[in-house]
C-alpha cells in the first residue's frame, strides 16, 4: 500500500482571504485534517481561519499543545502527535497539518515535522508556506520592515530582554515576536532606550479585535491579554542618516 502524504499548511495570520490559493485547493480534498490548539478548553484559531476551505467530510483531529517551556513535556507531546499522523499515513491516506502564520517560523510544525520523520523516515512531505503575521502587521501599519541594506532581526521577546537589547544595538528593523505578557517591559525598555516614538504594535492581524497602535504608551497598564498574538516593529535608524 502506498503511504500518504503529509501536509504542512501555515494559514496565515488571521484573515482567511490571506490563506494561499494551493493551501486552500489541498484542504478541499484533505480527509484527514490535524490542527493544533492550547489546551483542552482552547479552540484552534488555525481551524477557525481555515474552515471555510475544509471538505465537509474531512475529519477534523485537534492535537493539544501545552503552553510550558518543559522540553521533556513538549517532546512527549510531539511523539504522540507524530504517531497520531502516522496513522493515517501508513493507511495510505494525506493527511494536513494547519498552523499559523508559516510553518517554519517559530511554529509546533517544525518540531513536530522532526517527530514524524524520526517515526517513518521515508515520508512524503509537502510544506505549504504562509503569510507570516509580521508581513500583515507590517501591511496594516504602512511600516517597512526593510529599507536599503538595513538588516532586519527577529526577535521572540525574552525574560531578562538582553536580547532585545542587543538586537536594538545592531541596527536596522526588529521584529518583537511572541509579546504576550511581557509588553510592559517592552514599552519600558524601548522608551528607555529611546525607541518608542519609532515603534509600531499590531495585535489580532486580520481576525476580531485587530489593534494598532503607533504610541505604545497607551498600552501601559493594560492587562495580560493585550499581549497575546501581537507583534510590536520598531525602526533603530533614525530617518537623517538616509
Known amino acids: ?34 490542527v493544533p490548539k492550547a489546551g483542552n478548553a482552547s479552540e484552534s484559531l488555525a481551524l477557525e481561519i481555515a474552515r471555510r476551505y475544509l471538505d465537509p467530510g474531512s475529519r477534523v483531529c485537534e492535537l493539544v499543545f501545552p503552553m510550558t517551556t518543559d522540553r521533556k513535556e513538549l517532546a512527549s507531546v510531539w511523539e504522540a502527535s507524530a504517531e497520531e499522523i502516522a496513522a493515517s499515513l501508513e493507511s495510505g491516506q494525506d493527511a494536513c497539518f494547519l498552523t499559523l502564520g508559516d510553518p517554519l517560523l517559530y511554529s509546533t510544525y517544525i518540531y513536530l515535522l522532526q517527530s514524524l520523520r524520526a517515526r517513518i523516515p521515508g515520508v512524503e512531505v509537502v510544506t505549504v508556506p504562509g503569510i507570516t503575521a509580521m508581513g500583515a502587521a507590517a501591511s496594516l501599519a504602512e511600516f517597512p520592515i526593510g529599507r536599503f541594506k538595513e538588516p532586519v532581526t527577529i526577535v521572540p521577546a525574552a525574560d531578562d530582554l538582553r536580547t532585545v537589547r542587543q538586537a536594538l544595538a545592531a541596527g536596522g528593523t526588529l521584529v518583537l515576536m511572541k509579546v504576550g505578557r511581557r509588553l510592559g517591559q517592552l514599552v519600558d525598555l524601548l522608551e528607555n532606550e529611546g525607541f518608542l516614538d519609532r515603534s509600531v504594535f499590531v495585535s489580532r492581524a486580520g481576525m476580531d479585535g485587530q489593534r494598532i497602535e503607533t504610541d505604545l504608551r497607551r498600552l501601559r497598564g493594560e492587562d495580560g491579554e493585550t499581549g497575546y498574538l501581537s507583534i510590536i516593529l520598531v525602526r533603530t535608524e533614525r530617518e537623517e542618516k538616509r
Open 1 to 34: 500500500m502506498k503511504r500518504g502524504t503529509f501536509y504542512g499548511i501555515g494559514v496565515g495570520p488571521g484573515d482567511p482571504e490571506l490563506m494561499t490559493v494551493k493551501g486552500a485547493k489541498l484542504l478541499a480534498r484533505c480527509r484527514n485534517v490535524f
